[in-house]
């Protein structure tokens, strides 16, 4: 490929990526910020609905965030009584992070933010080819970028929101 072709194409990929994650980023906060959240202690509300008990490493892994990001950010959402810290049963060094009931109803809540997501909209009005054609990209780019452990997280907790697991 002309390296000028490889540049106009990285550039054209990365601004159209960061424009579309800003987007979405945005229309987060404004979700997120109607119940008094982050989009990231949002997200971790999600996640620990569906791996309630997980390891400050497990959930930074999953929410694609530094350990000591993950330790400040359940440091607030402790005080705030929305999650609490356990240690390990097992092993006394590892401390297991759990949603509490207030955490959960808050979680619950969240689902109500949807119409602030333009994304779904514009998604209602493609073509459902297209649709599934992007998302195999972008399967097939994140499976490369973050790990086959980060797709099994999207696809298990995919498939128990489908099984109405997750109520």
């Known amino acids: 490929m002309d390296p000028r072709e490889k540049t106009r194409?990285?550039?054209v990929l990365l601004n159209l990526i960061r424009g579309l994650y800003k987007a979405i980023d945005n229309d987060w906060r404004k979700a997120a910020g109607e119940l008094g959240l982050t989009p990231c202690q949002q997200h971790l509300l999600w996640i620990l609905h569906f791996r309630n008990g997980s390891t400050l490493t497990?959930?930074?892994e999953i929410g694609s965030w530094h350990v000591s990001t993950v330790m400040s950010m359940v440091d607030r959402m402790e005080k705030n009584g929305l999650v609490i810290k356990k240690v390990d049963d097992q092993d006394a060094r590892i401390?297991?992070?759990f949603i509490t009931e207030k955490g959960e109803q808050l979680q619950k809540q969240t689902l109500?933010?949807?119409k602030h997501f333009r994304l779904?909209?514009?998604l209602e009005q493609m073509?459902?080819?297209d649709i599934e054609n992007g998302t195999k990209i972008l399967y097939s780019l994140v499976?490369?970028?973050l790990g086959p452990n980060f797709i099994d997280f999207v696809?298990?907790?995919a498939k128990e929101i489908m099984n109405k697991k997750y109520d």
């Open 9 to 11: 194409r990285l550039h």
């Open 58 to 60: 497990e959930l930074s």
């Open 95 to 97: 401390k297991r992070i």
């Open 112 to 114: 109500n933010g949807e």
């Open 120 to 122: 779904m909209t514009l």
């Open 127 to 129: 073509d459902e080819k």
């Open 143 to 145: 499976k490369q970028l």
């Open 155 to 157: 696809d298990s907790t």
